[in-house]
């Protein structure tokens, strides 16, 4: 692989890594309440059949 060929491929890596790093965070958090409710959720459920 050329440089010039390598330098779109390093631009593309380089914005993914940041957008990952700018969203990562936030969404772990959304991601991380949504498995409580969703434990409450079960957590409910479970109870409802008992």
Known sequence: MQA?????????VGSVWTMTKLFAQP??????????RIDRLEGKMNEGFA
């Not at 010039?4 to 593309?12: F, G, Q, S, T």
Request: glycine share 0%; aromatic share 6%; charged share 25%.
């Open 27 to 36: 969404l772990e958090r959304h991601l991380n309440q949504l498995d409580r």
């Open 4 to 12: 010039a060929e390598a330098w779109p491929l390093a631009m593309l």
